[in-house]
């Protein structure tokens, strides 16, 4: 049986997709979307996620989420979506371990921070480096920059774009300028990314002491999760009981997702892939389950993400990205030989530097600066 028998006519087949940016003749024994995420897990960048921010810096203990296990509970819970739906559960993988490659360290602040010092040559967004790193900078290969992945992988990374950027990026971006859509599969990670946020965050959230079970019960969904929990094993408290309600949780949000695709799809019936393009996005939560999922959203960006302890550790995150950057972009010999740009050119000169960066992790990040700021490291 081919590998992709199994599948709807309507997900990525990996015989049909669009190809590599360098043509590789095909895999005896996997198909072109397992070689990706083969090499997204053999990549350094991956490596390199065990030790960035999810929401608690690596070192504040040893239990809370990093970029690594978020990108792993994603690719989880996308595969078991994927198979509900017969969609291509190789390239929802792929692309739930590559979504974050391009993250700076200290989470979404690095981000922010990077964006700002590289307002005068082009910016920064973690999406568009994510790309950049399986397109350009890991080193692997004799023939080629990157891990020349499929087009289609490639594209579920490139998650949002502005139109500017759009246009010098060539095919993998031309759906944000024609307003089409990208593959079933793309669609569905990007949903299955919330899914693993909402549930860990508030996980990880409690385990820190940084919101408590009174204040979540003030959100509806959650507290109709929770009091099932307390009716189906009375008495039940602690792990116990958070594990069960965020259990509920995900499966809530799941199933919700597949019961309303799965109608969708059937409502539109798309013959193939490019039909998926052209249709409006059909992976989708229901209304009241986007409802109840935005909800959650605002109480963790109210609660967690801007409470102080988390604000404190965002003020020496952003101290630590600036001065790196300005230290590198005002005496670029202070840069690795790798990153320093021999003819001088400022804007490839401060692209580099945002990919070095970028490509820190939290804790090599603080060593960096310790080393350029700290006079007991001479």
Known sequence: MAPD?????????????????????AHASRSQF???????????????????????????????????????????????????LRLNEDLVEAISLAHDL??????????????????????FEHNLQSLRVVDELEEHYGAFDGLNLMFETREGILKHCSLSNARLLGPVA????????PSLEAQLTNLADEIAYNSHDIDDGLRSGLITIEQLEQVE????LWHD?????????????????????????????????????????????????????LIRFSDAMRKDATELKRFLRANL??????????????????????????????????YLVAS???????RKIADYIAGMTDRYAIREHRRLFSLDEL
């Open 344 to 350: 001088g050119d400022p804007q490839r000169q401060a």
């Open 221 to 224: 969904f959650f507290a109709r």
């Open 102 to 123: 391009g993250h700076t360290p200290f989470g979404h602040v690095g981000q922010d921070v990077l964006n700002e010092c590289m307002k005068g040559h082009g910016g």
């Open 305 to 338: 993400y801007q409470h102080y302890q988390v604000n404190r550790m965002r003020v020496k995150a952003s101290r630590i990205v600036r001065e790196l950057f300005e230290a590198f972009i005002s005496d670029p010999v202070l840069l690795p030989p790798d």
């Open 174 to 181: 031309q759906r944000f300028i024609d307003r089409s859509q």
């Open 5 to 25: 028998a199994h599948l709807a006519p309507y997900a990525a087949h990996s015989a049909t997709g669009r190809g590599r940016l360098h043509a590789e003749a």
């Open 229 to 281: 929990v307390q009716r189906t094993f009375p008495g039940l408290s602690g792990r116990r009981a958070i594990y069960e309600t965020l259990r509920r949780l995900i499966t809530a949000l799941a199933d919700d997702l597949i019961a309303t695709s799965g109608q969708l799809l059937l409502d539109a019936a798309p013959r193939d892939i490019d039909a998926v393009r052209a249709a409006p996005p």
């Open 34 to 84: 397992q070689r990706d995420r083969d090499r997204i897990i053999h990549s350094s960048a991956f490596r390199r996620l065990e030790y960035k921010t999810q929401v608690f810096l690596n070192h504040e203990g040893d239990l809370f989420r990093t970029r690594l296990t978020h990108s792993l509970e994603v690719a989880q819970v996308a595969r078991s979506m994927a198979r509900n």
